[in-house]
């Protein structure tokens, strides 16, 4: 008798639950974020292509249940920033800001629930964008005010440092930006 194990293929679906367009802000209010920023996304023209409405989150995530970060959490769209998604994950014990992709079933970067981090990132990216256009502390902090972020000022003034200086704190990103949130005092 052939004794041969075919081994059988299971395609394992988590459980996750996606917050519907219509309960997103009341959900995301109440868990703090900052309204002008809620209400501002996808309509400020210097962020069009960092902070995008989340279109792309409600089509994308019913079709990605497989993701294993996904598991047992009810997911709720922040905003979309190409193929990369900024979201909500909430269970009964754990509620986070997690930043990942399209492309891999793993967090890039879990903000807790510190909105202040977040939006940092947001005018952080908004300064690598443009900082060689236009370095203007008084754009920099428009930009800023209008995603309710009350610290631009003193971000712009750790970012706008020598292209040494930057080279020099590039090799390690995010220690430099856990500084900065130290200075800024919202970590």
């Known amino acids: 008798m052939n004794n ?3 081994g ?8 996750m639950k996606l917050t519907s ?4 802000k009341a959900k995301l209010l109440k868990f703090k974020i900052p309204e002008l920023f809620l209400n501002n996304t996808g309509e400020i023209d210097e962020l069009e292509f960092v902070v995008m ?6 089509f994308y995530f019913p079709t990605m249940a497989h993701f294993t970060i996904f598991s047992n959490f009810e997911i709720t769209p922040i905003f979309d920033c190409g193929d990369t998604f900024y979201t909500l994950f909430e ?3 754990i509620s986070k800001i997690v930043y990942f992709s399209l492309e891999e079933d793993k967090i890039y970067k879990d903000y807790g629930l510190n909105w202040n981090l977040l939006i940092m990132d947001v005018l952080w990216s908004y300064f690598d964008l443009v900082i060689e256009e236009d370095n203007s ?8 005010e209008k995603i309710g972020f ?12 020598t292209s040494d200086e930057i080279s020099a704190k590039m090799h390690d990103q995010e220690k430099w930006k856990k500084e900065v949130a ?6």
Not at 150 to 161: G, H, V
């Open 4 to 6: 041969t194990n075919f």
């Open 8 to 15: 059988f293929y299971t395609n394992i679906i988590y459980t």
């Open 21 to 24: 367009i219509e309960e997103r």
């Open 53 to 58: 409405e989340p279109k792309a989150s409600y």
């Open 91 to 93: 269970s009964n014990t």
């Open 137 to 144: 502390l008084e754009l920099f902090c428009s930009v800023g």
């Open 150 to 161: 009350p610290y631009s000022e003193k971000l712009f003034e750790q970012l706008n440092i």
């Open 182 to 187: 130290k200075i800024l005092q919202i970590l």
